[in-house]
T-cell receptor, first 113, second 113 residues
Framework: ETGVTQSPTHLIKTRGQQVTLRCSSQ?????VSWYQQALGQGPQFIFQ???????GRGNFPPRFSGLQFPNYSSELNVNALELDDSALYLC????????????FGPGTRLLVL | GESVGLHLPTLSVQEGDNSIINCAYS??????FIWYKQESGKGPQFIID?????DKRQGQRVTVLLNKTVKHLSLQIAATQPGDSAVYFC????????????FGPGTRLSVLP
């Protein structure tokens, strides 16, 4: 176990709705990255938060947004859900932002109907 | 665009044999690589990493080899066990801004009794 926790484990939403996913980083880690993993594919980088600020973003639209709190936990928010947003959402924490090993949580499985 | 890919999408090996999982990367500027193992329903689990100033790194039953000349990465698992059955991903550190790791599509390793 990595010490990275995510909630909820599973979630079902309908198109157009909004969702918030949560992540608690491993103790002592100040950096959180979010990834989307579609079925049968590798994780795709969404964005990273370091010391409560966005520190890099992948090719995802603005309706994907995030927050990091002073205790380094993080949220991923997705607005106007689309069917293609159905995926496993993974959170990974690391000690620092650059060139550091990332440790993943178990993920949140989101199904959009 | 730049990508990380795998030569073999599936690999079946006999229990006790050695496994070799390959990965090709296209960004010659990448300087950090990680191998992850992902079991069904779980997040990716860190196995081993290697930086570009090294050619080889060994862990417990695993060895990672990096050939920068041909931009090739491999993971060797000694004495493969049933618990090694999973999908294996190589991840490439894309740039120095944030932790933008690029994951390949993965190789499924099946260990036969």
């Amino acid at each position: 176990e990595t010490g990275v926790t995510q909630s909820p484990t599973h979630l079902i939403k309908t198109r157009g709705q909004q969702v918030t996913l949560r992540c608690s980083s491993q103790s002592g880690h100040n950096t959180v990255s979010w990834y989307q993993q579609a079925l049968g594919q590798g994780p795709q980088f969404i964005f990273q938060y370091y010391r409560e600020e966005e520190n890099g973003r992948g090719n995802f639209p603005p309706r994907f947004s995030g927050l990091q709190f002073p205790n380094y936990s993080s949220e991923l928010n997705v607005n106007a859900l689309e069917l293609d947003d159905s995926a496993l959402y993974l959170c990974a924490s690391s000690l620092r932002a650059l060139r550091e090993t990332q440790y993943f949580g178990p993920g949140t499985r989101l199904l959009v109907l | 665009g730049e990508s990380v890919g795998l030569h073999l999408p599936t690999l079946s090996v006999q229990e006790g044999d050695n496994s070799i999982i390959n990965c090709a990367y296209s960004n010659s500027a990448s300087d950090y690589f990680i191998w992850y193992k992902q079991e069904s329903g779980k997040g990716p689990q860190f196995i081993i990493d290697i930086r570009s100033n090294m050619d080889k790194r060994q862990g417990q039953r695993v060895t990672v080899l990096l050939n920068k000349t041909v931009k090739h990465l491999s993971l060797q698992i000694a004495a493969t066990q049933p618990g090694d059955s999973a999908v294996y991903f190589c991840a490439e550190k894309k740039d120095n801004y944030g932790q933008n790791f690029v994951f390949g599509p993965g190789t499924r390793l099946s260990v036969l009794p």
